[in-house]
């Protein structure tokens, strides 16, 4: 499985930026995508995942809207609309993922990086103030 993320680079305070992390390999249609960030010196954090059978799930404990998290299977897409961004949103964003997720919902299974299976290399935002 590959994935590869676009659409990062450099904004201002209060600007948005639209990721992409284009998926391919895998061979069923049931796999989670999830986001996760790094900024500088700080622990890897979970953004937001989804897949077909949990829907959409927001990690972080942020307002509503803020950051939206969808799909294009017909593409093997999944896209990460930011809006509002500050600089505490700087880092590295990276796709990952996993297939076959457990029927019962879990939020770990979207919002821990130790279940994912399969990680991108990373995209680099910059919100500048």
């Not at 049931?30 to 990690?59: M, N, T």
């Not at 799909?71 to 949103?89: C, I």
């Not at 130790?114 to 500048?128: D, H, Q």
């Amino acid at each position: 499985v590959q994935l590869v993320e676009s659409g990062g680079g450099s904004v201002q305070t209060g600007g948005s930026l639209r990721l992409s992390c284009a998926a391919s390999g895998h061979t069923t249609k049931d796999y989670v995508i999830a986001w996760f960030r790094q900024a500088p010196g700080k622990d890897r954090e979970a953004v937001a995942g989804l897949s077909g059978r949990h829907g959409h799930i927001y990690c972080l404990d942020i307002p509503p809207g803020q950051h939206r998290i969808t799909n294009d299977s017909a593409q093997n897409t999944a896209y990460l609309q930011m809006s509002n961004l500050r600089p505490e949103d700087s880092g590295v964003y990276y796709c990952a993922s996993y297939a076959n997720p457990p029927r019962f919902y879990r939020k770990t299974y979207y919002c821990d990086d130790s279940v994912m299976k399969y990680w991108g290399k990373g995209i680099r935002v910059t919100v500048s103030s």
